[in-house]
């Protein structure tokens, strides 16, 4: 039994990542880390988009009341909801991009997959039809 209050320490970042460090090191870019860091990637954007207007409403109330005022009830929400709207296109934008390209590569593989029982069936017709008994109109 292991004591619930010993910690192991990890030995590398893809141990202590998971799935997303293993990815991250992945030098040879077998796999995808941008459609899993997306909700990370929101978050920090709305958090960014959040302290630039808080900053901005601050440094309004600071020059006079009715700026902050007018800053804060009318300007801010205007422009986080337009903020707002761009980075969620912005991102679902690079999402679809990588869903295509996902798409693509599955279809690139059922092509070959395709190509792999064609080139079977011609292989087998040459074995199972003999010369001369192929049903065209012109052997008989």
Same mark, same amino acid.
């Given at each position: 039994? @292991?004591?619930? $209050? =010993? ?15 293993? +990815?991250? /090191?992945?030098?040879?870019? %077998? @796999?995808? &880390?941008?459609? *899993? /860091? ?5 978050? &920090?954007? #709305? ?8 900053? %901005? ?5 600071? /020059?006079?009341?009715? =700026? ?20 969620? #296109?912005?991102?679902?934008? #690079? $999402?679809?991009?990588?869903?295509? +390209? ?5 279809? *690139?593989?059922?092509? =070959?997959?395709? $190509? ?9 017709? @040459?074995? #199972? ?12």
């Amino acid at each position: 039994m @292991t004591d619930p $209050h =010993q910690q192991t320490e990890p030995s590398t970042v893809s141990s202590l990542l998971g799935g997303l460090g293993a +990815a991250l /090191m992945d030098l040879r870019f %077998r @796999t995808v &880390v941008s459609v *899993r /860091m997306l909700p990370a990637a929101y978050v &920090v954007l #709305v958090s960014g988009l959040a302290a630039i207007l808080l900053s %901005r409403t601050v440094s309004a109330f600071a /020059m006079s009341l009715w =700026q902050g005022l007018i800053e804060l009830f009318l300007v801010t929400p205007i422009y986080f909801i337009a903020g707002l709207v761009f980075i969620r #296109v912005a991102l679902e934008f #690079v $999402h679809a991009v990588f869903r295509i +390209a996902a798409n693509v590569d599955a279809l *690139r593989d059922w092509s =070959q997959d395709i $190509h792999g029982v064609e080139a079977l069936r011609d292989a087998l017709k @040459t074995l #199972v039809i003999p010369k001369g008994r192929g049903g065209n109109a012109d052997d008989g």
